[in-house]
């Protein structure tokens, strides 16, 4: 249990918890990108629009 003076320091800097959720999302999201980087540049990308007839099933 927390004292009564004690306060997070998201708080105390007046941010919330979801700032430092999204700041460690960033920072896994750029150590992948370094880990894994030669790999993701060998990824295609999808450059022609996809018929929404075949993609229904039609």
């Known amino acids: 249990m927390q004292h009564p003076h004690q306060?997070?320091?998201?708080?105390m800097l007046g941010l919330?918890?979801?700032?430092?959720?999204?700041l460690?999302?960033?920072y896994d999201?750029?150590?992948t990108r370094r880990t894994l980087g030669a790999?993701?540049?060998r990824i295609?990308?999808?450059t022609q629009p996809?018929?929404?007839?075949r993609r229904a099933g039609a």
């Open 7 to 11: 306060r997070s320091v998201a708080s």
């Open 16 to 22: 919330s918890d979801g700032f430092w959720v999204g």
């Open 24 to 26: 460690q999302a960033d």
């Open 29 to 31: 999201a750029a150590k």
């Open 39 to 41: 790999a993701l540049e």
């Open 44 to 46: 295609l990308r999808f």
């Open 50 to 53: 996809v018929d929404s007839e």
